[in-house]
T-cell receptor, first 113, second 118 residues
Framework: AQSVTQLDSQVPVFEEAPVELRCNYSSSVSVYLFWYVQYPNQGLQLLLKYLSGSTLVKGINGFEAEFNKSQTSFHLRKPSVHISDTAEYFCAVRKAAGNKLTFGGGTRVLVKP | GAVVSQHPSRVICKSGTSVKIECRSLDFQATTMFWYRQFPKKSLMLMATSNEGSKATYEQGVEKDKFLINHASLTLSTLTVTSAHPEDSSFYIC??????????????FGPGTRLTVL
């Protein structure tokens, strides 16, 4: 079975500063990787995904992530955050041959003015 | 594209009653739909996976007689919480996966339903 670890439960960051959210996974088979964002009392919105190809993936709202197979990581980055980026961020993994998502515990980003 | 809706967005009911939550894919056909439960400040827990026209597959520990799932069409799945009790209070989120090559292997989530059982 696969597992996902988000190393930081909370990340405070000042507006216009860069942010990196860490995600590590474990799996014995090929996987697809995803980052979702959840605003308060809302569902999840897909930020970006890695299925194959280039290991640097660009998503919506200026976010990007890099798949590193040797380190089994899929860290999310944004060079300059806005107040509106305050939300919960979830990393998720699924087996390439399956359809179930396994989620990390989430990272709460709080952007301060 | 890839919009998923849920109805209702929040519901309050009395203990012992049943509540039905609808999940619809608005602009695509969902070959598979998923139901999750999320506790406060926690991650999502998969409850069940449903494919159109067949019985849902429940995760271990999820009572299939309590959480009835119906996936009658490629755009609609329903979750019925039967004989609800206060411990069933939670945020329920559905997701849908399209069968097209563009959105292959990607789940799109609904906005969630907040259930409060008194």
């Amino acid at each position: 079975a696969q597992s996902v670890t988000q190393l930081d439960s909370q990340v405070p960051v000042f507006e216009e500063a860069p942010v990196e959210l860490r995600c590590n996974y474990s799996s014995s088979v090929s996987v697809y990787l995803f980052w979702y964002v959840q605003y308060p009392n809302q569902g999840l919105q897909l930020l970006l995904k890695y299925l194959s190809g280039s290991t640097l993936v660009k998503g919506i709202n200026g976010f990007e992530a890099e798949f590193n197979k040797s380190q089994t990581s899929f860290h999310l980055r944004k060079p300059s955050v806005h107040i509106s980026d305050t939300a919960e961020y979830f990393c998720a993994v699924r087996k390439a041959a399956g359809n179930k998502l396994t989620f990390g515990g989430g990272t709460r980003v709080l952007v301060k003015p | 594209g890839a919009v998923v809706s849920q109805h209702p967005s929040r519901v309050i009911c009395k203990s012992g009653t049943s509540v039905k939550i609808e999940c619809r894919s608005l602009d695509f056909q969902a070959t598979t739909m998923f139901w999750y439960r999320q506790f406060p400040k926690k991650s999502l827990m998969l409850m069940a996976t449903s494919n159109e026209g067949s019985k849902a597959t429940y995760e271990q520990g999820v009572e299939k007689d309590k959480f009835l799932i119906n996936h009658a069409s490629l755009t609609l799945s329903t979750l019925t919480v039967t004989s609800a009790h206060p411990e069933d209070s939670s945020f329920y989120i559905c997701s849908a996966e399209a069968g097209t090559s563009v959105d292959l292997n990607t789940q799109y989530f609904g906005p969630g339903t907040r259930l409060t059982v008194l």
